[in-house]
C-alpha cells in the first residue's frame, strides 16, 4: 500500500488566497446540493445586551452572485476555520512552525507507515491545512494516545498516558475532560515529540456548521443567519461562532458556504395554518418564515401563524422582538406568546405557554389543519412533545399513550416537524 510523506518548497510561496480559491474540494461538505459560494457580509446586527445572556448576531451576507433557489426553512452549511491563535501554537508546539508557509506536495513514499487521509489536500500549506481541514479539537482516542508514547522521552509522562490509554482506564475521560484539545495533550505531556505525519494520520475533518436561513428568497440579494457564539469554561469559543464573531469587525470578509438539500422543514405553502415553537436562536427559520409571508404578493390567502417563544428576559435576549411585535399588529402573526425563564423566581419556560393555551392549541392542529413547527436543542424539542402529549390527552380526555399515537401519526405525515441541534 502506498502511504505519503510531506514535502515542503521553500521556493514555491503560499498566498493566504489559496484557501478561498482552491481547496473547497477537500473540505467536508456533507448534504451539499450545490457549490460552495464566497459571499461578502454587507452587515451585522447584536441582538443581545447585558451580562446573564450569550452573544447572538444577525449576520447579512451579500447574494448578488449567487444562483440558487431556496425557500424559508431550508439551511446553509457554513465552511469555517480554526481560531488563528490556537493555530499559531499548535504549529510552535509541533516545531513546524518555521515551514509551517512552505509549499509541499504529497509524494509517494512507501516506507512511511502514516497515511494521509483524504481530507488534507494534496498541495499547499502545513497552516492551511491546521486553519481549514483538520479539526484541532476533535477527541483524541485512546489510539493515539498509544501512538504518543513512542515519541514522549518522560518516564512519568509515559506512565500517565500508557494508563490513560489502557483498557476501561478511568484516567481517561479525566485527561479529556481537563485536555480537550491536541493542543492542551501536547502542552500536557512536554516531552512528546510526534512527526507532522502521525498528527495528520489520525486527525479528523474539519466539518461545515449549520444555520437556518433567516431571511426570505424574496429579499433582494440578502441572506441572513443568526449565530449564537458558543463559549466554554477553558475560555475556548466555539470554532464556527468564535470565527464568524472575529469576521465581524474585518473590512470585506467573506464567508464560504453552501445550501445544504432541503429536508421537510421549510414553508413551501403559506396557505396553511401553522404553530411555530421556539426557543434562543430557533427563532431563525420563522423569521424566514415571516418575511418571506411579508413580501408574498397580496391579496393572497394566508393561513394563520401562532409563534411560541422562549428566552431568558424581555429586554436582553428576546431576539427581533420589536420586527415580531410588527409582524403582530400588520396580521403577519396570528398571535405571538413569549415566554421568559429569568423574568421572575416562577420560571416560564416555552412548554408552559404551550399549556396555558393547550385547547386552542389542539384546536388549531387537529380542526385547522395548522402544521406544527419546532426548532430549538434537542432538550427544547423533547420538552415541547412531551407538553403537546400532555396537552392532547388533557383537551381530548384521552390518556397519555393515546395522545402519543396522535402525535406520533402527525409526525409520520410531517404535519409535526422538528429541526434540532445539541
Known amino acids: 500500500m502506498k502511504t505519503h510523506r510531506y514535502s515542503p518548497h521553500s521556493d514555491k510561496p503560499f498566498f493566504f488566497l489559496f484557501f478561498f480559491q482552491d ?16 459571499s461578502r457580509i454587507d452587515s451585522f446586527e447584536k441582538l443581545t445586551r447585558g451580562e446573564d445572556v450569550k452573544s447572538v448576531y444577525m449576520l447579512n451576507l451579500c447574494t448578488k452572485d449567487v444562483d440558487c433557489e431556496f425557500l424559508p426553512g431550508d439551511t446553509l452549511a457554513i465552511l469555517p476555520r480554526n481560531d488563528e491563535n490556537e493555530v499559531d501554537s499548535l504549529l510552535f508546539r509541533l516545531n513546524v512552525d518555521s515551514v509551517s508557509d512552505n509549499r509541499y506536495c504529497l509524494v509517494d513514499d512507501c516506507e512511511k507507515p502514516f497515511n494521509i487521509p483524504k481530507h488534507v489536500p494534496r498541495e499547499g500549506t502545513l497552516r492551511n491545512v491546521f486553519m481549514s481541514h483538520i479539526n484541532i479539537r476533535s477527541m483524541l482516542k485512546k489510539v493515539f494516545l498509544k501512538k504518543l508514547l513512542f515519541y514522549t522521552t518522560d518516564c512519568e509522562e509515559r506512565r500517565v498516558l500508557e494508563d490513560c490509554a489502557s483498557a476501561n482506564s478511568k484516567q481517561y475521560e479525566l485527561l ?4 480537550p484539545t491536541l493542543l492542551h495533550i501536547l502542552d500536557r505531556f512536554p516531552s512528546c515529540s ?16 449549520y444555520f437556518s436561513i433567516a431571511s426570505s428568497p424574496l429579499q433582494k440579494d440578502t441572506l441572513s443567519i443568526i449565530f449564537s457564539v458558543v463559549e466554554f469554561e477553558n475560555s475556548l469559543k466555539g470554532v464556527c461562532t468564535g470565527w464568524l ?4 469587525n474585518v473590512q470585506q470578509s467573506k464567508v464560504p458556504f453552501y445550501f445544504r ?20 436562536t430557533g427563532i431563525a427559520p420563522f423569521l424566514g418564515f415571516l418575511r418571506h409571508k411579508s413580501l408574498l404578493e397580496k391579496p393572497k390567502k394566508l393561513g394563520g401563524t401562532y409563534l411560541y417563544y422562549g428566552c431568558r428576559y424581555k429586554e436582553g435576549d428576546f431576539l427581533c422582538a420589536e420586527e415580531l411585535r410588527k409582524y403582530v399588529s400588520n396580521g403577519i402573526l396570528a398571535a405571538l406568546y413569549p415566554a421568559f425563564s429569568r423574568e421572575s423566581t416562577s420560571k416560564c ?17 387537529l380542526n385547522d389543519g395548522a402544521l406544527v413547527y419546532v426548532c430549538g436543542n434537542k432538550s427544547v424539542a423533547k420538552d415541547v412533545k412531551e ?21 406520533g401519526s402527525l409526525i409520520k405525515e410531517k404535519k409535526y416537524l422538528v429541526d434540532t441541534w445539541l
Open 349 to 365: 419556560y416555552v412548554q408552559n405557554e404551550l399549556s396555558k393555551g393547550r385547547d386552542m392549541l389542539v384546536d388549531l392542529i
Open 176 to 179: 479529556i475532560s481537563e485536555c
Open 23 to 38: 481547496d473547497f474540494e477537500f473540505r467536508s461538505k456533507p448534504f451539499a446540493a450545490g457549490p460552495v459560494y464566497l
Open 194 to 209: 510526534p512527526p507532522i505525519e502521525l498528527i495528520l494520520h489520525y486527525s479528523s475533518p474539519l466539518l461545515p456548521r
Open 245 to 248: 464573531e472575529k469576521l465581524l
Open 387 to 407: 407538553t403537546l402529549v400532555e396537552c392532547f390527552a388533557e383537551h381530548l380526555r384521552v390518556d397519555v399513550a393515546d395522545a402519543a399515537k396522535i402525535i
Open 261 to 280: 438539500k432541503p429536508t421537510g422543514f421549510r414553508m413551501d405553502s403559506p396557505e396553511e395554518s401553522r404553530v411555530l415553537i421556539a426557543a434562543g
